[in-house]
C-alpha cells in the first residue's frame, strides 16, 4: 500500500508492479488535475539519473513526448548537457562542462536532463501503472496507522485497508510521517519563498533572471506573470494562509527595490527552508519516501530527483522482501544507502540558502562561489552533483565503478544495458570469451538477466552485476572470478534457485 499518488508514489508502484505485486495507492486529491501540475508552476527539471531511470523501464519515449520534447538526439556520442542549472541563483554555463571529466561515461539514448512538468510525468506513470494494474484510489485521507508483525492497517474516513507493508509518499507534511511515529529532525528555517502568478501591471520593472538584491532574491521567468521571491523574515509568514495580493505585492517592493504592481494574483503559495529528516526510513512495515523523508528548500531543484531515486532505490528491495527471496537485511539498505544522499540535499539546500542572504558575509560568499563556478572544474564539480552523476553507495568494494549508477554499456550486437533492465531485473554482463558466468548465473535467472559476448566500451571489465535499480553491485576484470561474483548475487538477490553444479 502506498499513500501518495505523485511522482513518487506512482513510480514506486510502477517497480512493485512491474515485480509482480499487488499494489493499492491511496490519494487525498480526488482530482489529479491540478494548475500546479501544468506548466508553469508544475515545471520541474529531471536530472540525468531520473531521465536515465525513465529510460530504463521504457518510459522515456512517452515521457519526452509528454514534455513536448521532439528532438530527441542519437545515442552514438555523450550528449552534452543542454543545461547546468545553477547555485544559489548563480547560473552555470553548460559549455564549461569537462564532459569528459564525468565518471564512466558512455553514449546513452537518455539526456543528460528533461525540463518537464508535474502533469507529464504523472499522465505518464498513471498510464504504466494501470498497464501493470496497479489500484488508485483517489480522495482517500488516512487518518490512523496500526500495524503488528505481519500487517499494517491503515484508517480512512470508515474505511480500513491492509496491506503486509505501507509507504507513505504524501508530501511534506506527510500523514503517515507523524502517524507512524518517525522522529524528524533537522533546522528551522531562515526565509520565506514564494511562488506567484500574477497580473503584473509594468513588469519592465522587474529584471529578467535571479536577482540577488541586497534585501533578497526574485526570480522573473520567461513564463509570463510567474515570479518567485525570497523573503529572510526567518520564515515567520504563517504559511496556514494564502497569501494576499497586498503582501505579495509588498514582498516584492522591498526585496525587488521598485514600486512594480501586481493588478492581480491567480495563483501563489509560500515555502521555507526548513531543512529535516526523518532518522530512519523505516519503522516497522512502514517505509517513507520523497518529501515524506525529508524537506528542503526548492533552491536547486533536488526535490523531484531525490524522491525518483527512493523510488527506484526500494522497489526492488520491497518487491524482493514481498515474495520471499531477499537476503537477510536488504530492506534496511534502503535507509542506509538513501538516507545520507538525502542529507547532502539537505546541506545543498542550507548551502545556498546561505549564500543567498542579504547580508556582506553571505555577498562575499557569493563573489568566492562566482569565481570557482566561472571555472571549467568549478561548473563540472556542480553539474556532477545535481545531475547525480557522482553519487556512489558504500557497498564494500575499492573497485570504482561498484556503488554506482552503471553507464549504458553495450554489446556488439547493439544490445544496450537500458534495453536488458525494462522487465526490473537485475543484470549479468559477461565479457568473458568463454561465458563464465553463463552457468552460475542461471541459479538467479527469475530475478536477473544473463547477456554475454564481447561489448564496444567494456572499460576495462570482464563482467559485471548490475541491480534492478542500475547500481553497479560487483564487476569482475578480463578474467572475473566466479566465486566473487557468486558471492554478489546472493549478497543482493538471496540464495539461488539451482545451483550452478546443474549446468
Known amino acids: 500500500m502506498i499513500v501518495g499518488a505523485g511522482p513518487v508514489g506512482l513510480f514506486l508502484a510502477c517497480e512493485l508492479g512491474l515485480a509482480g505485486c499487488s499494489v493499492l495507492v491511496l490519494e487525498r486529491e480526488p482530482d489529479p488535475r491540478s494548475p500546479w501540475k501544468a506548466d508553469p508552476l508544475g515545471m520541474r527539471g529531471l536530472s540525468a539519473a531520473s531521465v536515465e531511470a525513465f529510460y530504463r523501464r521504457g518510459m522515456l519515449h512517452p515521457l519526452l513526448k509528454a514534455s513536448g520534447v521532439d528532438d530527441y538526439p542519437g545515442a552514438d556520442e555523450p550528449a552534452p548537457p543542454r543545461g547546468a542549472g545553477h547555485f544559489a541563483g548563480m547560473m552555470l554555463d553548460p559549455a564549461k562542462v569537462d564532459v569528459a571529466a564525468l565518471p564512466f561515461r558512455l553514449p546513452s539514448p537518455a539526456l543528460e536532463g528533461v525540463m518537464t512538468n508535474l ?5 505518464v506513470l498513471s498510464e504504466r501503472a494501470f498497464t501493470l494494474g496497479v489500484e488508485v484510489r483517489r480522495g482517500v485521507t488516512v487518518s490512523a496507522i496500526a500495524q503488528d508483525d505481519e500487517i499494517v492497517v491503515a484508517r480512512a474516513g470508515e ?3 491492509a496491506a503486509r507493508w505501507l509507504v507513505g509518499c504524501d508530501g511534506g507534511r506527510s500523514a503517515v510521517r507523524g502517524l507512524a511515529g518517525f522522529d524528524f529532525v533537522g533546522t528551522e528555517p531562515q526565509l520565506t519563498g514564494y511562488l506567484v502568478l500574477a497580473t503584473i501591471a509594468d513588469p519592465e520593472k522587474l529584471r529578467p533572471g535571479f536577482n540577488l538584491t541586497p534585501t ?9 506573470g510567474y515570479i518567485g521571491m525570497l523573503d529572510f523574515d526567518g520564515g515567520a509568514f504563517d504559511r496556514s494562509q494564502r497569501p494576499t495580493r497586498e503582501h505579495l505585492q509588498a514582498v516584492l517592493r522591498h526585496i525587488s527595490g521598485t514600486d512594480v504592481t501586481l493588478s492581480d494574483v491567480h495563483l501563489a503559495s509560500s515555502f521555507t527552508d526548513r531543512a529535516m529528516q526523518p532518522t530512519t526510513y523505516r519503522q516497522g512495515r512502514v517505509l517513507l519516501a520523497g518529501d515524506a523523508a525529508h524537506i528542503h528548500s526548492p533552491l536547486g531543484a533536488q526535490g523531484l530527483n531525490l524522491g525518483l531515486g527512493d523510488a527506484m532505490n526500494l522497489g526492488w528491495k520491497l518487491a524482493a522482501t514481498v515474495h520471499g527471496y531477499a537476503p537477510d537485511g536488504l530492506l534496511d539498505t534502503y535507509t542506509r544507502e538513501r538516507h545520507p544522499i538525502g542529507a547532502w540535499v539537505l546541506d545543498w539546500t542550507r548551502a545556498q540558502a546561505a549564500a543567498m542572504k542579504p547580508d556582506p558575509h553571505a555577498q562575499a560568499i557569493q563573489g568566492v562561489v562566482r569565481d570557482l563556478i566561472g571555472t571549467r572544474d568549478g561548473t563540472t564539480y556542480v553539474f556532477e552533483k545535481v545531475s547525480g552523476s557522482s ?7 575499492e573497485q570504482p565503478l561498484v556503488g554506482r549508477n552503471a553507464p549504458d554499456l553495450r554489446l556488439a550486437d547493439g544490445t544496450r544495458l537500458g534495453d536488458l533492465m525494462r522487465d526490473g531485473r537485475g543484470v549479468a554482463l559477461d565479457f568473458s570469451t568463454d561465458r563464465r558466468l553463463h552457468g552460475p548465473a542461471m541459479g538467479w535467472e527469475s530475478r536477473m ?3 554475454a559476448g564481447p561489448a564496444r566500451n567494456d572499460l576495462g571489465l570482464g563482467a559485471a552485476l548490475v541491480r534492478p535499480d542500475g547500481v553497479v553491485a560487483w564487476a569482475g576484470d578480463r ?5 566473487s561474483f557468486e558471492r554478489a548475487a546472493g549478497q543482493w538477490f538471496g540464495s539461488p534457485e539451482i545451483s550452478a553444479t546443474e549446468f
Open 119 to 123: 502533469e507529464a510525468v504523472e499522465a
Open 479 to 483: 578474467d572475473p572470478d566466479r566465486e
Open 159 to 161: 474505511h480500513e485497508y
Open 216 to 224: 533578497g532574491m526574485y526570480l522573473r521567468t520567461p513564463a509570463e
Open 391 to 397: 553519487i556512489r553507495y558504500d557497498l564494500g568494494s
Open 449 to 451: 538477466q544473463y547477456a
